[in-house]
């Protein structure tokens, strides 16, 4: 837990940070009994860096908007804050690790990369008192102390949906800040689908000026949405002007992250249809979708040429606007019925030999891999992309297989659960896990009753915290080929940038914490401790969250045969628990829980979380076994 004691003075206020709250937690910390005053007026010297690089820039403005006056020094003057990169690599610390110092003399931050700064820094920022950019303290005393610290895995993501509701590029750079200050280093860019196409399109037109605007139902919930009307105008969406993305791109590179765009092929192509109908299989009529249905059956015709030749001339767009080594091609839940019925699409089964629609998809992404690869970029696709075979969509007969039409050099994203990730991993795919039950920021993180509007499911604050890309006993060659995972937020119900954030924090910071720290560091206890001194900072920075979920948690310990000692929690501390065991309803002037109790076992217990003097969530009973 940061404390930070506040101290007036005839100089002003100081602040002495006595205890540090870091997220991700580090691979080693160590606290010692000595201090450094961090004034005001701080000397930073940079060695390795030029002073005009992106983070030595990035680091000045931060100090300054925490209303320091920083000065930059030469290398050979005596400095508060040293900025160093290393001549000869330090093997232990890899390309994004760091090695963070706090002494008598100063604070050091050294790294082999400029990232490695970077992150550095964003750990620095979280010893310093919460409210650093609010409060102009004329110093702030830092315990000494050493961070080496490291991430687990290469690939630590954050994917935003921003085709079911548009958000606009200020909100997307405010996105890429938060993912920074927990070290997050993929932006997963979900740009296309049914509910409207974002990026920008020289060669095809329609797609900005038909395929990015849909008829506005924003004021009926979106599973009641009623369909257009004759002659109603499509006025709701918009889509990035290439200034824009570049924007986006070199922003999130001075964070340290890369944009990985993602253009949803061959289904969820409502918006593609609606704009060039001439690349589906039948006559449409189609329009960008409103609201959900299912089953999404708008598709690419993969018979027909002119879909091979749009593929690639959007790819060259794609490639032209996105420098990331990575481009995502989707591959979900592509219902290929139209596909059966298509003479175009039978007479390419016959031509290249595949004996089902399940092996046409197939072959369409391995036609797209083959480009990308000629332009020196990786396809990423769903897990779909390891199935052979199988029915009209992916979950009729198809099984994972290698896929003779995709190679190994394809990254599959898996979404189903961990055990396609694990099977595409054993058959030399790098893959990337993100599976629904612990990633999916789109579903409730508490009690429904209590949430605003979600898809369904539930994702605690502590299930996400439980998430692990490699779960113990997985093959060590298998784990070779797991690059990370990524929490991923689609927005069907999510219409606001506040409602997103919400969706996101705090759960953004436990899937962080999977994916840097090493497992045997992690501790749930330790880490819901520090969520409470985050959610201060992120208030002040603007961000709306969730306080989490406040379903009692138990823990049982038999007594003796007829008595149970119970302990109760949930996922936020200082949550006042009022108790009954007399089959009254619970309130406020009940028994509230202060330990452990000892109950017979049949009793019959009802429970009333308050927090913050608001009762947070329904009444739970429970009898005692």
């Known amino acids: 837990m940061l404390l930070a004691t506040?101290?007036?003075?005839?100089?002003?206020?100081?602040?002495?940070?006595?205890?540090?709250?870091?997220?991700?937690?580090?691979?080693?910390?160590?606290?010692?009994?000595?201090?450094?005053?961090?004034?005001?007026?701080?000397?930073?010297?940079?060695?390795g860096l030029g002073q005009n690089s992106a983070t030595v820039k990035y680091i000045m403005k931060s100090l300054r908007h925490a209303h320091l006056r920083p000065k930059l020094v030469t290398?050979?003057?005596?400095?508060?804050?040293?900025?160093?990169?290393?001549?000869?690599?330090?093997?232990?610390?890899?390309?994004?690790?760091?090695?963070?110092?706090?002494?008598?003399?100063?604070?050091?931050?050294?790294?082999?990369?400029?990232?490695?700064?970077?992150?550095?820094?964003?750990?620095?920022?979280?010893?310093?008192?919460?409210?650093?950019?609010?409060?102009?303290?004329?110093?702030?005393?830092?315990?000494?102390?050493?961070?080496?610290?490291?991430?687990?895995?290469?690939?630590?993501?954050?994917?935003?949906?921003?085709?079911?509701?548009?958000?606009?590029?200020?909100?997307?750079?405010?996105?890429?800040?938060?993912?920074?200050?927990?070290?997050?280093?993929?932006?997963?860019?979900?740009?296309?689908?049914?509910?409207?196409?974002?990026?920008?399109?020289?060669?095809?037109?329609?797609?900005?000026?038909?395929g990015s605007w849909r008829v506005d139902r924003e004021d009926q919930p979106w599973g009641q949405a009623e369909p257009p009307r004759e002659g109603e105008r499509a006025s709701y969406g918009g889509y990035y002007s290439r200034e824009e993305l570049e924007e986006i791109v070199q922003y999130a590179a001075d964070r340290g992250i890369e944009v990985v765009p993602e253009v949803d092929i061959p289904g969820h192509a409502s918006a593609i249809l609606a704009s060039?109908?001439?690349?589906a299989c039948d006559e449409g009529p189609y329009e960008v979708a409103i609201g959900p249905y299912w089953p999404p059956k708008a598709i690419l015709c993969a018979g027909n040429d002119s879909t091979l030749a749009f593929l690639r001339t959007v790819l060259d767009e794609v490639c032209d606007i996105f420098p990331s080594r990575y481009i995502h091609l989707g591959g979900d839940e592509a219902f290929k019925d139209n596909w059966?019925?298509?003479?175009?699409?039978?007479?390419?089964?016959?031509?290249?030999?595949?004996?089902?629609?399940?092996?046409?998809?197939?072959?369409?992404?391995?036609?797209?891999?083959?480009?990308l690869a000629s332009k020196g970029r990786i396809m990423i696709g769903w897990d779909e992309l390891m199935e052979r075979g199988g029915g009209t969509w992916s979950f009729e007969g198809a099984t994972y297989d290698n896929n003779p039409h995709v190679d190994n050099s394809a990254v599959v994203m898996s979404w189903r659960g961990l055990k396609p990730g694990l099977t595409a991993a054993r058959m030399g795919h790098k893959v990337i896990m993100c599976p629904t039950e612990y990633c999916y920021l789109d579903y409730y993180q508490a009690d429904r009753r209590y949430q605003p509007a979600a898809i369904g499911g539930l994702?605690?604050?502590?299930?996400?915290?439980?998430?692990?890309?490699?779960?113990?006993g997985t093959n060590l060659h298998v784990e070779a080929n797991v690059l990370g995972g990524q929490?991923?937020?689609?927005?069907?119900?999510?219409?606001?940038?506040?409602?997103?954030?919400?969706?996101?924090?705090?759960?953004?910071?436990?899937?962080?914490?999977?994916?840097w720290t090493p497992r045997e560091r992690k501790d749930w206890a330790r880490f819901r401790r520090k969520v409470e001194v985050q959610k201060e900072r992120l208030a002040l920075r603007g961000y709306n969250y969730c306080e989490g979920s406040f379903t009692p948690q138990f823990t049982a310990r038999r007594v003796d045969e007829g008595t149970t000692n119970i302990a109760i929690s949930t996922e936020v501390p200082n949550t006042y628990i009022f108790y009954t065991t007399d089959l009254s309803t619970p309130t406020r002037e009940s028994n509230i829980y202060l330990g452990p109790i000892n109950l017979a076992r049949g009793t019959h217990i009802k429970i009333l979380p308050v927090y913050k003097d608001i009762e947070r969530d329904s009444v739970y009973e429970f009898v005692i076994k």
């Open 6 to 47: 506040l101290l007036v003075s005839a100089c002003g206020r100081k602040a002495v940070v006595t205890e540090l709250s870091i997220v991700p937690e580090p691979v080693f910390l160590v606290q010692k009994e000595g201090s450094f005053a961090l004034h005001n007026n701080p000397k930073v010297s940079v060695v």
């Open 75 to 210: 290398a050979a003057e005596a400095s508060d804050i040293a900025l160093v990169l290393y001549d000869t690599v330090n093997p232990e610390l890899g390309d994004e690790g760091y090695l963070l110092e706090v002494r008598g003399t100063g604070i050091t931050l050294r790294a082999n990369s400029e990232v490695g700064i970077f992150y550095a820094y964003q750990t620095l920022v979280q010893m310093m008192p919460h409210d650093a950019t609010e409060v102009v303290y004329s110093s702030v005393t830092l315990p000494e102390c050493t961070v080496l610290d490291h991430p687990r895995f290469a690939w630590r993501g954050v994917h935003l949906d921003v085709s079911r509701h548009f958000f606009g590029s200020k909100f997307v750079k405010k996105y890429l800040d938060v993912m920074a200050t927990y070290k997050m280093n993929r932006f997963h860019f979900h740009l296309t689908d049914d509910h409207g196409w974002r990026l920008p399109s020289e060669h095809y037109p329609l797609l900005n000026s038909v």
């Open 276 to 279: 060039y109908p001439e690349l």
């Open 340 to 371: 059966l019925q298509c003479p175009r699409c039978q007479q390419r089964m016959r031509e290249e030999h595949l004996k089902d629609v399940g092996e046409l998809q197939a072959w369409l992404m391995g036609q797209m891999q083959q480009y």
């Open 459 to 472: 994702v605690t604050l502590q299930k996400a915290y439980e998430f692990d890309p490699a779960p113990m």
């Open 487 to 515: 929490c991923n937020l689609w927005t069907e119900y999510i219409r606001t940038p506040q409602h997103a954030e919400y969706m996101l924090l705090p759960r953004l910071l436990a899937i962080s914490e999977s994916l």
